[in-house]
């Protein structure tokens, strides 16, 4: 979460941050002074895009461009649904065990603030191995 927010404060931008468990519940949300409030819910679900799929929310447009008609015209409109950019899966040995949701900037600034907080995560956890082997 820090990381993110910290990311979002370096590019002058006000965002809300979601972070998901594996099964999608909600375990911190931040909402930065001056992001709309619509942000609030849309980085909810990019974090359940993200998490639900094991792969980021903007790696959709490509995707769907692979998928039949109905695919593509269906699954952007399902519930708690966020086919772009700003939702990142946070993987262990190829498994979603949570996510971060970005919203409130450009596509491309969520999606920075989301991979800071991808990075610190995982700088943590080689950090912990590094420790403890």
């Known amino acids: 979460m820090r990381a993110a927010l910290d990311e979002a404060g370096g590019l002058s ?5 979601a972070i998901v468990d594996a099964a999608g519940g909600l375990i911190h949300l931040a909402h930065m002074d001056g ?5 609030r819910d849309i980085a909810v679900n ?7 799929f094991a792969v980021s929310t903007g790696s959709w447009e ?11 015209q269906g699954l952007p409109f399902q519930p708690r649904m966020a086919l772009f ?13 949570g996510a971060i949701g970005v919203s409130g900037a450009s596509e491309q600034d969520d999606i920075r603030c989301a991979l800071a907080a991808v990075q ?14």
Do not use: F, H, N
């Open 35 to 39: 992001a709309p409030l619509q942000c």
């Open 62 to 72: 490509i995707r769907l461009k692979e998928m039949s008609d109905a695919v593509r």
């Open 46 to 52: 990019k974090a359940l895009t993200a998490v639900g």
């Open 13 to 17: 931008v006000r965002v809300s941050v």
């Open 85 to 97: 950019g700003g939702g990142e899966p946070m993987l262990y040995e190829g498994v979603a065990v």
């Open 120 to 133: 610190a995560i995982r700088d943590a956890l080689e950090a912990a191995a590094g420790e403890g082997g």
